[in-house]
């Protein structure tokens, strides 16, 4: 029955909230004259929510390519720097930001990283658009955190009491799982079946009925950079991994150390970037 | 009717006025959220706008220009709400470049009569292309010959997609219709960034364009289009046409013949002054010059290099 309400509750998600000094930092950009709609990108491109709401753009009905477009690099060149910026000034923020939040954020951005050098390691034509499916892999958290705050609280409080993996606990409480939530928000706004089987499936990737390949990596790097330990998954340990998923990556040894290194030099970075953002927050706050 | 969308958070509160519009066939947009609204306006713009003076953050100024400088919606008729104190002040018209204005105390009468009027004004000046609404025929004629008049030198480029036939026959009109979409963004889009307002952009039919801008950006703009449709286009091909290269299609006597796939081309016609005197004339130049273009294997772009001779 909760199941059936979440579902009717989730036809009136519109758009997401997200980190304020993600935010403030796009209209202090948006502001100087010589910001570019690529410029403005290699930011959004970090964000879950900024980046799925601009995919949600390109592929509505307006814009006119239904399912077709799943990277920022191409929804930029498609919407040009006005709607780009418009969708900046009007993006709504959580009002309360939360260490999870963070967590969060931190999480899919890793997630987003290994995902993109793992396809690149496999020689997949397209290493941005499994990159992105990294980035938005949790869109579901965000759901539940944003629009049903209540029971969010209840499943965090549950999971963390007894001990148990939040899915699981997802699943018990609310009847359904993040993944499928995240999943039926992305077909709703109409993004390509490339990037919502992989959000779908993330946890049980093998079920995924098509691009199977990429709800492997993507499972695969969710659980690589937890186990690094970069941002907050939600759980406080490591999922086991899928065995026919890994069959299907195999990298050798040799291929994982080599991904091993360069990951850690992006998550370096990254972890430059994402303290700049924490410190612009608290400078704004 | 029409769809119409109001960003009014401190008025229409009572359900009145909107039962009123309702009841004369048009739809309303509404949310009381007021950014979430604004966002739904980009995302699905409606056939006329309301939006009330002063909103927080500068949203209403934001929204306005955004919309005014978006050459697809430039068209779209803005409605602004203004308080007997703005016009006691006085509007800065250049920050709020809308159709009309509506006073807060207005009547409903008013505001049905106002609305109404925006709406028929909007369809005796458009003639835009139904698909990229992009201004057609008749505002290209009298926007390039106005230029041609003007003392600045400019290039006028006719833009046509290769092989577009073929593609329409492969995947039908609706994808095709999503190809010629795709290269009105990208023309948008560029020339915007590289033109602003000194650049135009009209859709003379079907897979062909044309725009202009000052002509010492022509060629940064041609590049950058060219690059754009380059990386584009794939996502519009199926993957095993993308494999092969090409279209391999039966043709009516049952013959197999194979097509190079979709590209673009660009004949590029600089204009100093003048040099034309009539549109027809820059036409008959980019009507020779597209044909070697388009003899040109994949996306291209050429420049019309006879001196212009000015007597």
């Known amino acids: 029955m909760k199941r059936e309400e979440i579902r009717q509750r989730l036809k009136d998600v519109q758009s997401l909230p997200t980190l304020p000094p993600i935010v403030s930092k796009l209209n202090?950009?948006?502001s100087d004259e010589d910001v570019t709609a690529v410029k403005l990108g290699r930011i959004i491109e970090k964000d879950q929510v900024l980046t799925s709401k601009l995919l949600k753009m390109?592929?509505?009905?307006?814009?006119?390519?239904?399912?077709?477009?799943?990277?920022?690099?191409?929804?930029?060149?498609?919407?040009?720097?006005?709607?780009?910026?418009?969708?900046?000034?009007?993006?709504?923020?959580?009002?309360v930001m939360q260490a999870s939040d963070i967590g969060l954020f931190e999480h899919s951005l890793g997630c987003a990283t290994a995902a993109g050098l793992v396809a690149k390691k496999l020689g997949i034509k397209n290493p941005e658009e499994v990159s992105t499916a990294g980035l938005i892999h949790d869109l579901g958290k965000i759901v539940l955190r944003a629009e049903m705050p209540e029971e969010y609280d209840q499943v965090a409080e549950t999971a963390r009491q007894a001990k148990q993996y939040m899915r699981e606990v997802e699943k018990e409480i609310l009847g359904i799982g993040h993944g499928e939530i995240g999943g039926i928000l992305a077909r709703q706004w109409n993004l390509p079946e490339r990037l919502v089987f992989p959000i779908e499936y993330h946890h049980r990737p093998e079920a995924s009925p098509d691009f199977a390949e990429v709800s492997a990596?993507?499972?695969f790097s969710d659980i690589l950079i937890r186990a690094l330990g970069f941002g907050f998954g939600g759980d406080p340990w490591v999922p086991p991994l899928d065995?026919?998923?890994?069959?299907?990556?195999?990298?050798?040894?040799?291929?994982?150390?080599?991904?091993?290194?360069e990951l850690d030099e992006k998550l370096m970075e990254l972890q430059d970037f994402t303290l700049d953002i924490q410190k612009d927050g608290k400078d704004s706050s | 009717m029409a769809r119409i969308a109001l960003v009014t958070p401190d008025h229409f509160k009572r359900a009145d006025e909107k039962l009123?519009?309702?009841?004369?066939?048009?739809?309303?947009?509404?949310?009381?959220?007021?950014?979430?609204?604004?966002?739904?306006?980009l995302a699905d713009p409606p056939d006329l706008l309301i939006i009330q003076k002063g909103l927080h953050r500068h949203m209403d100024q934001e929204v306005i220009l955004a919309l005014k400088n978006n050459l697809q919606l430039a068209l779209l008729p803005i409605l602004l709400m203004v308080s007997e104190r703005d016009?006691?002040?006085?509007?800065?018209?250049?920050?709020?470049?809308?159709?009309?204005?509506?006073s807060e105390h207005a009547t409903i009468e008013e505001i049905i009569t106002r609305i109404d009027l925006a709406l028929a004004r909007t369809r005796r000046v458009a003639d835009n292309n139904p698909l990229t609404k992009l201004p057609g025929n008749s505002s290209i004629l009298k926007t390039i010959q106005n230029m041609l008049e003007?003392?600045?030198?400019?290039?006028?480029a006719y833009v046509d997609i290769d092989n577009f036939k073929p593609y329409n026959d492969r995947y039908g009109f609706s994808r095709g219709d999503e190809v010629i979409r795709m290269v009105s963004r990208i023309l948008v889009n560029v020339i915007q960034e590289h033109a602003g307002a000194g650049g135009f952009i009209g859709h003379i039919g079907g897979d062909d364009f044309v725009f202009m801008v000052p002509l010492e950006k022509a060629e940064t703009v041609c590049q950058e289009v060219l690059t754009n449709f380059n990386a584009l286009i794939p996502l519009f091909l199926d993957e095993k046409d993308l494999e092969a290269g090409c279209f391999v299609s039966t043709d009516r006597q049952g013959n197999v013949r194979s097509f190079p796939l979709t590209s673009l081309s660009i004949a590029v016609v600089p204009c100093h002054p003048g040099h034309y005197s009539h549109y027809g004339e820059v036409a008959s130049t980019a009507a020779s010059l597209k044909k070697k273009v388009k003899a040109l294997e994949g996306s291209n772009f050429l420049v019309d290099r006879r001196k212009p001779d000015i007597d």
């Open chain 1, 217 to 219: 990596i993507i499972h």
């Open chain 2, 87 to 102: 016009l006691a002040v006085g509007l800065d018209w250049s920050c709020y470049p809308v159709d009309d204005l509506i």
């Open chain 1, 58 to 95: 390109v592929n509505s009905s307006f814009f006119g390519f239904p399912q077709r477009i799943s990277t920022v690099s191409n929804a930029i060149v498609l919407l040009g720097f006005n709607v780009i910026k418009t969708l900046i000034v009007t993006s709504s923020i959580f009002e």
């Open chain 2, 20 to 41: 009123c519009l309702e009841a004369r066939g048009h739809t309303v947009v509404t949310n009381a959220d007021v950014a979430r609204s604004l966002e739904g306006i």
């Open chain 1, 243 to 261: 065995h026919q998923a890994w069959a299907r990556i195999k990298l050798g040894k040799s291929q994982m150390r080599q991904l091993l290194e």
């Open chain 2, 150 to 156: 003007q003392a600045e030198p400019r290039a006028v």
């Open chain 1, 28 to 30: 202090q950009m948006v």
